[in-house]
Structures are given as structure tokens and as C-alpha cells.
T-cell receptor
Framework: EPEVTQTPSHQVTQMGQEVILHCVPI?????FYWYRQILGQKVEFLVS????????KSEIFDDQFSVERPDGSNFTLKIRSTKLEDSAMYFC??????????????FGPGTRLTVL | AQTVTQSQPEMSVQEAETVTLSCTYD???????LFWYKQPPSRQMILVIR??????QNATENRFSVNFQKAAKSFSLKISDSQLGDAAMYFC????????????FGSGTQLTVLP
């Protein structure tokens, strides 16, 4: 069964450094998402992406964040200058809504980002 | 803005018994989607079940079923014949109609299954 994959599984970085989190969505999906979950808290939406454009973004997704689909398979989240409070699990998700079907988001296993 | 509330931070159930997890939500929309996701200790988010608000029939997936009460804005998850592998954090989530729309999650219910 196809699945969303994410790399790396764990990323440790120094405050102020740039990080790029990688995702490979399910191959026939058209819509892509990033969420984050700070330890012990609820999952929060960051951004959705379709047709090479951001569809929606939350207040969390400020100028420090960017997303890109550099080729036909990868979807990346870049944090330009990491802060301590960016430490969290970052989930990528993808979806596709065929005719008459619920647009269901399928999640990857997550990347744990630790900012020191 | 939509909100999702899970009022039970923790629940426990004996193996082979039935447990119901509660979820309420707030929206002004008439059509939308609702989901339950499971997050085991690995922290992967796994889809359990989904419901379209315009469908009155409650969704079922094997041992998992929902009780969807649209007027009350309630969407509870029933797990029958609980198994040790069902132990996880369960999140209720809401999505507006359409694609590329954000999921709004509740705070989760930690389910323990007792042998």
C-alpha cells in the first residue's frame, strides 16, 4: 500500500540554523500539507499546497517558513532560522479527492526536530 | 473558527470490552468532514475512520464505529472487542468541505487497554 515517507526521522540543529525537512507524498496525490506537534500538545496545521502554490496557511507559518515542490515527487519544508520553540514533530500529509470522495489526508511518520 | 473538543484526556478499557471516546466540535458550516486518527507511541498518525456530515448513516470500519449526531455536533468513536494494539492517543479532527483544507484537531484522548 502506498504511503507518505519523511526524512530524516530525527534532526538536531543549533538555534539560528536553517533546516529542510523532506517528504515524498503518495504518488497520485495532488494536495500536500505540513503539520506540527509540540510534545504533549495537539497537532497544528501549518500549510497546504496545491498546483505549486500555497492554498492555506496558519498564523504559525510566518516568514521563517517556506515550502517547495522541487521535482515531481518531493515536498519540502524549510525553516530559515530555527528557534528553540520550533522543536516539535513535523508531519507531512497528502491527499487526493476523486469524484464524490472525501479528501482524506494520509500522514507520514514524522520528523522529530530538536533545536538546541 | 472551527474548534474540536475532546473532554476525556485519558480512558482505559479491559481487553475485549467496548469503549467510547467523545468528541464535540463547533462550526457554522452545513457540510464538512470528520475524522478519527490514532497515534501509537511511534507517533505516526494513522487514519481510523471518517464521516461526511451530509451522510446520516454512521461510518463503520470493522471494530470501529462512530455515533455522529449532527444537531448536537457530536462525533464519538466506539471501539468494540478492544485489543492491546488499540492502545494509543486518539485524535478527533474536523475539515471543511473541499480539498487542500486544513484539519483542525482536538487535544486527544490517551487510551489504555488493560489485559
Amino acid at each position: 500500500e502506498p504511503e507518505v515517507t519523511q526524512t530524516p526521522s530525527h534532526q538536531v540543529t543549533q538555534m539560528g540554523q536553517e533546516v529542510i525537512l523532506h517528504c515524498v507524498p503518495i504518488s497520485n496525490h495532488l494536495y500536500f500539507y505540513w503539520y506540527r506537534q509540540i510534545l504533549g500538545q495537539k497537532v497544528e496545521f501549518l500549510v497546504s499546497f496545491y498546483n505549486n502554490e500555497i492554498s492555506e496557511k496558519s498564523e504559525i507559518f510566518d516568514d521563517q517558513f517556506s515550502v517547495e515542490r522541487p521535482d515531481g515527487s518531493n515536498f519540502t519544508l524549510k525553516i530559515r532560522s530555527t528557534k528553540l520553540e520550533d522543536s516539535a514533530m513535523y508531519f507531512c500529509a497528502s491527499s487526493t479527492a476523486g469524484s464524490g470522495r472525501i479528501d482524506t489526508q494520509y500522514f507520514g511518520p514524522g520528523t522529530r526536530l530538536t533545536v538546541l | 473558527a472551527q474548534t474540536v473538543t475532546q473532554s476525556q484526556p485519558e480512558m482505559s478499557v479491559q481487553e475485549a470490552e467496548t469503549v467510547t471516546l467523545s468528541c464535540t466540535y463547533d462550526t457554522s458550516e452545513s457540510d464538512y468532514y470528520l475524522f478519527w486518527y490514532k497515534q501509537p507511541p511511534s507517533r505516526q498518525m494513522i487514519l481510523v475512520i471518517r464521516q461526511e456530515a451530509y451522510k446520516q448513516q454512521n461510518a463503520t470500519e470493522n471494530r470501529f464505529s462512530v455515533n455522529f449526531q449532527k444537531a448536537a455536533k457530536s462525533f464519538s468513536l466506539k471501539i468494540s472487542d478492544s485489543q492491546l494494539g488499540d492502545a494509543a492517543m486518539y485524535f478527533c479532527a474536523y475539515s471543511p468541505l473541499g480539498s487542500a483544507r486544513q484539519l483542525t484537531f482536538g487535544s486527544g484522548t490517551q487510551l489504555t487497554v488493560l489485559p
